[in-house]
């Protein structure tokens, strides 16, 4: 979520009077987490839509978000599924299940398997690194994605980071800050997913894409969309909202 | 007593949603979830006698949220038998038609010698939350496990994991406080009283979270005996590592015996392409350690947790995975040393629709009969189920 979160953020409309041309890809990508750390707390609802050959699944879901350290996610459909709650809490995680009615701590290596079937890892949804911190940032090109102009920018992690990432390649508007595209490499350089993000709307006060797209690129006719039906910004979470106790009693 | 208990009961969900139907929709009130499932199945110790039987089962739970503080819910398990185990077995009805609680709700609406109609309230509790307290009484789930196979803490309803078609678990009749002590810590005390303090639960827990590990630890009169024991839940660099033990310890004697100790451990993985691997270790201290005439019971509902398993030293692996993205499957093995009993579940689940799932799950067991190891039991069951 914290990616996702973070990419969405990284979107809305920011600072009009940069001198554009005088900024540094680090500060690109900096001013945007800047104004990630700016949102104190993020609430958001929306749909997830796995798409596999001859299959489709969708999910609904909110999350709640404070700082970098905590998180939650509700489940809220299929029914099945309905209740499931995640409670991130810095690098530990906690998922309540309902019909067992039991707390199960889950295990750092269950952060590399796919979220509930989808393209996006657990660790995309608690990820701590920072995008600003782990990595190095070289511009190397201007292109035009969505009729829009982007900065092309390389991020090379550092070799110290806790990072998946070999490489990430993203496009950043000029205006308003938008990541419009974003390429995952591995550590081998090779192209992992891909992700697109388009239908800017307003959304919490925000202009921002509502919908991300990841497409895997070893896996044929698999994508996973993203769709933000609503997001708040800065909606005050009483004290113990991000707790065991809270997981159960979400709606 | 027990009528009143729950004429009590019915009388405050009652009014408790007269009164705030007048502000809120029904919806926001009343939630009702469930599902329908039918589950053939075949068993078979050979190929010569063939035995198929057939279950529909379902499952109505009804939460009613009557104010911010109050929340009640009742869980009806409904199940129709018939096949030709209900056939041969005279009085399968009465088999079925068990309560262990301080209030009968169990029902055996239908009881013929070809068709069991079974019904069952297995959750009927009011839930009073406000702030850091929660107290909960009637029929309830207490779940202190904390690993996937074998849970020593779990004294109330011990989870059985070849029990694959109830993962909720009967209820308890018990009185629960919780208070939360922190975002991830809280205390509890739970009570399930009985006839006298030999059939009762009197039990304590505290949990904790520490160097990113979470601890508990309970102190408990659990029926004739005194039970202590804890548990933890952490990782060793990317493995998760959990275990849970108690120590139960007659209360009378309390000095001259020794007593029973119930241990369990497992770690668990996740592999980058989606395979799950779980392991784990029983010690039950009271188990044998040698093979004894008859079949052992892994038993649907004899399980507690003093006793996980009848042999004192036992193993259990689960291999678990996508093959397809909406087929998943999975394979549980436990081992019992000494008795010499294997069980073999293997397990396919495939996602057909939304709302709509199938399975197919097998139980193989293996035992040693007159010095020989064989195969002494074998079932199948397909499972269609639409929740809702």
């Known amino acids: 979520m914290k990616r996702i979160l973070f990419l969405s953020v990284l979107i809305f409309v920011s ?60 489940f809220t459909s299929p029914v099945k599924e309905k209740g499931i709650t995640f409670l991130m809490k810095g690098k530990e995680v906690w998922n309540w299940i309902p019909s067992i009615e039991r707390t199960i701590k ?11 079937g989808t393209d996006f890892t657990n660790d995309d949804l608690v990820k701590q690194s920072s995008i600003v911190k782990d990595y190095n940032h070289k511009i190397i090109g201007e292109e035009t994605i969505e009729g829009r102009k982007c900065y092309k920018i390389e991020l090379i992690p550092h070799e110290d980071a806790a990072v998946v990432w070999g490489k990430i390649i993203v496009w950043i508007s000029h205006d308003n800050y938008f990541q419009l595209k974003v390429n995952f490499y591995d550590e081998d350089d090779e192209l992992v997913n891909k992700m697109r993000a388009y239908d800017i ?29 609503s997001l708040e910004f800065d909606v005050p979470f009483k004290d113990n909202f991000f707790t065991v106790q809270n997981m159960k009693r979400l709606k | 007593m027990k009528i009143k208990l729950f004429i009590l009961f019915s009388l405050l969900i009652i009014h408790g949603l007269s009164f705030s139907q007048e502000k809120k929709k029904f919806k926001d009130v009343i939630n009702i979830y469930g599902y329908v499932k039918y589950l053939p199945s075949f068993s078979f110790t050979n190929a010569n006698g063939i035995s198929s039987d057939h279950l529909i089962h379902n499952r109505i739970n009804i939460k009613a949220f009557i104010s911010n503080s109050f929340t009640a819910r009742i869980d009806v398990r409904n199940r129709i038998f018939f096949g030709e185990t209900v056939n041969a077995t005279p009085y399968y009805g009465q088999l079925v038609d068990q309560d ?37 009484a009637g029929r309830q789930r207490i779940n202190w496990g904390i690993n996937l196979a074998w849970n020593a803490n779990d004294l109330f309803n011990a989870y059985n994991i070849v029990d694959f078609d109830y993962q909720e678990r009967p209820g308890s ?42 601890f508990q630890v309970i102190a408990a009169n659990y029926y004739s005996d005194v039970a202590l024991g804890g548990g933890w839940a952490g990782n060793i660099k990317n493995t998760g590592f959990k275990g849970e033990a108690t120590y139960f310890q007659t209360r009378e004697n309390f000095s001259d015996t020794s007593g029973i100790l119930s241990l369990s451990t ?56 996508a093959i397809y993205p909406q087929l998943n499957g999975s394979v549980s093995v436990i081992y019992g040393q000494g008795m010499n009993i294997l069980f073999f579940m293997p397990a396919l689940a495939y996602s057909l629709h939304e709302n709509w799932d199938l399975s197919l799950t097998g139980q193989i067991y293996f035992g040693e009969e007159q010095s020989k190891f064989k195969n002494l039991g074998n079932s199948i069951f397909l499972r269609v189920q639409f929740s809702y």
């Open chain 1, 15 to 74: 600072v009009p009077f940069i001198a554009q041309n005088k900024i540094s890809a680090k500060e690109i990508v900096k001013k945007a987490d800047d104004l990630m750390k700016g949102v104190k707390t993020t609430k958001a609802e929306m749909i997830i839509t796995t798409v596999r050959p001859k299959w489709k699944r969708t999910m609904k879901m909110k999350t709640w978000s404070k700082g970098t350290n905590l998180s939650m996610i509700l």
């Open chain 1, 106 to 116: 889950l295990p750092p290596s269950m952060m590399m398997q796919s979220f509930m």
């Open chain 1, 201 to 229: 709307k307003n959304l919490g006060g925000r202009l921002l894409p509502a919908k991300m797209e990841i497409t895997p690129m070893d896996k044929k006719g698999q994508k996973t969309v993203m769709e933000y039906t």
């Open chain 2, 100 to 136: 262990n609680g301080e209030v009968d709700m169990s029902y055996l609406i239908v009881d013929e010698d070809a068709v069991v109609l079974h019904s069952m309230i297995d959750r009927a509790y009011l839930d009073f939350s406000k702030g850091k307290w929660e107290v909960r």
């Open chain 2, 173 to 214: 009749d018990a009185l629960r406080v919780q208070y939360y002590t922190g975002d991830v810590s809280h205390i509890e005390v739970a009570y399930k009283p009985g006839e006298d303090i030999d059939e009762s639960i009197i039990a304590a827990l505290y949990k904790f979270n520490k160097a990113k590990y979470d």
């Open chain 2, 266 to 321: 497992s770690i668990d993985y996740s592999f980058k392409k989606g395979i799950y691997v779980n392991g784990a270790f029983l010690l039950n201290s009271d188990g044998l350690t040698s093979a004894t005439a008859g079949l052992p019971s892994f038993g649907a509902n004899q399980l507690t947790a003093k006793s996980l398993m009848p042999t004192k030293y036992s193993y259990f692996v689960q291999l678990s995975g």
